[in-house]
């Protein structure tokens, strides 16, 4: 199930068929793990025969299906107007309104022309909907990562967006109108009532635009009857000003303040965490917050694993965080980038920036920090061919990232070096202790420390038994001290990105921190 779907109970015959999942789902359940799913129902491809028939004509069954409107005007040179100013989300110099020549409307496609946006007013969407959940769920899968879920309910007014992008832009972002709307939580809870509460699953949506406590808790609230969880993207968004393809300044103190606050407002109010700092929509994690040189790679993506493996709620890592996978280098031509949003982001800015040179170098600054080509380039498993992602002769969606000799899971797998651990081993390192102290670190108490610090993020986990440990986190590449509150009595140092066995640090008065440096204490 991709992001434009044709058929929502087959699987794309150049990946496999539904008997490879049936025996993927049973080959899982041998190991004790579960498959979930990804959802795609806000919208689906405009191949797919619910959208082929609603196409086919105004009086079409399922014209009510998708989100049809009549153009607002025609314009002099005859040249339908979309009903409303609204942008594109995935190239926000275009409408988000298809023009259809055969029927003479509108339809709504928030992402791109080829993913109408089908129409949760109508109950016979919802209902089929709920028969894809059912199909699934009967089949084995053991719940969903539900996409861009709170863009389901659209206000029925359909009205113009604020004015908010620079002049230049004809169409603005209408997130107000979309996001989170009118009938969200009455959807989901009727997704909840047919289908979700009849099985024991797991459920994420994915929910952007919105950081509103309240609106968020009447989701993942434990009594809410809707979803598990959600990911927030506060942290993921931090640089983020009215679109994603723009820069806004941020500092490490707001990034730890995010973290802290959702820590607490789960905990506080009986709702529940995803834990996520990197997926296929953001650039790497390594490249944002910490460091991705040569020299300090690999003991950022350690800081980034340590800090997430010891957080509450449940922890999503993205395919390459594990080795520390970091973004393409600048000196990428501008042609290897095949992401749609950056497509149309750099078609744009060719456009409204020719001749201006400073502008131009802007936008690209912005495709080498925020691009989502970043997270999509090929897994690095080998120093082989294509990194081994695919056979010699065969080439990838999108080149490899030039560093896929040294950086890779083979090697990483098998690194013996006697003095530290690899970017992989030491995710699993953690992993095996946030498995083993779930009680701890899933389940138990947040309360952070030094909060004004502006360079380290400390913070004790305590279980409800009352077993106190603690993390001290140095985002920065300086070499400082961090002192020890007077509360806390070091009883043990546990685990550090810099070296394999015990960190070798003082447990009292103050404590050394290397740049990038992460330390796991265990209180008396």
């Known amino acids: 199930m991709g992001y434009d779907i044709a058929d929502y109970k087959q699987i794309d015959p150049r990946y496999g068929s539904l008997d490879d999942v049936d025996e993927l789902i049973a080959e899982l359940k041998k190991r004790d793990m579960k498959l979930m799913m990804d959802l795609v129902v806000n919208h689906t491809s405009n191949e797919h025969p619910w959208f082929l028939e609603s196409r086919a004509g105004l009086d079409s069954p399922k014209r009510d299906w998708y989100i049809w409107k009549k153009p607002k005007s025609v314009g002099p040179d005859g040249v339908p107007e979309p009903p409303n100013n609204w942008a594109q989300i995935l190239g926000e110099a275009n409408s988000a309104w298809t023009y259809d020549d055969k029927t003479g409307e509108f339809y709504l496609s928030l992402f791109t022309p080829e993913q109408p946006d089908l129409n949760w007013e109508n109950p016979d969407v919802r209902a089929a909907v709920w028969d894809v959940m059912h199909f699934w769920m009967k089949r084995g899968a053991s719940g969903f990562r539900m996409d861009v879920i709170n863009l389901i309910s659209k206000d029925q007014s359909f009205p113009d967006a604020d004015i908010v992008l620079d002049p230049g832009h004809r169409y603005q972002p209408g997130v107000k109108y979309f996001v989170n709307g009118p009938r969200l939580h009455e959807f989901l809870q009727e997704m909840h009532r047919e289908v979700l509460s009849k099985y024991d699953t797991i459920t994420v949506g994915e929910m952007p635009g919105v950081s509103d406590e309240r609106e968020i808790l009447r989701s993942v609230g434990a009594n809410s009857n809707e979803l598990r969880m959600i990911f927030i993207f506060d942290l993921v968004d931090i640089d983020k000003p009215n679109v994603r393809m723009a820069l806004k300044d941020w500092d490490f103190k707001e990034m ?22 990197e997926n296929h929509d953001n650039p790497r994690s390594v490249s944002r917050y910490a460091d991705d040189s040569d020299a300090w790679r690999a003991k950022g993506a350690k800081l980034l694993a340590l800090m997430q493996t010891t957080l509450g709620g449940t922890l999503f890592v993205y395919q390459g965080e594990e080795i520390g996978m970091r973004n393409a280098p600048a000196t990428w031509d501008i042609s290897e980038f095949k992401d749609v949003e950056t497509v149309n982001f750099w078609k744009k800015c060719e456009k409204l920036y020719a001749g201006d040179e400073e502008k131009l170098a802007h936008a690209r600054k912005i495709i080498d920090m925020k691009a989502r080509d970043h997270a999509r380039t090929p897994m690095q498993w080998t120093a082989g061919v294509n990194a081994g992602f695919c056979d010699p002769g065969t080439t990838p969606w999108m080149r490899v990232v030039d ?20 970017v992989w081993q030491f995710w699993q390192r953690a992993l095996g202790l946030r498995k083993e102290r779930a009680d701890v670190f899933v389940y138990g108490d947040f309360h952070e420390l030094s909060p004004e610090h502006p360079e380290v993020f400390a913070y004790v986990r305590k279980s409800v038994e009352g077993e106190r440990w603690f993390v001290v986190l140095n985002f920065s590449k300086k070499e400082l001290e961090w002192a020890i509150p007077p509360e806390l009595e070091v009883e043990s140092w546990v685990l550090g990105n810099y070296v394999k066995g015990t960190p070798d640090k003082p447990k009292q008065a103050s404590v ?10 265990k209180c008396r």
Do not use: H
């Not at 905990?267 to 995803?274: P, Y």
């Not at 560093?403 to 690899?422: F, L, W």
């Open 512 to 521: 050394p921190l290397k740049p990038w440096e992460g330390i796991l204490g």
């Open 403 to 422: 560093d896929y000799r040294t950086v890779n899971v083979e090697a990483q797998m098998k690194a013996d070096d006697p003095d530290e651990y690899s």
């Open 256 to 277: 730890k303040s995010i973290v802290a606050r959702w820590q607490r407002v789960m905990i506080e109010n009986d709702g529940w965490n995803s834990v996520f700092i």
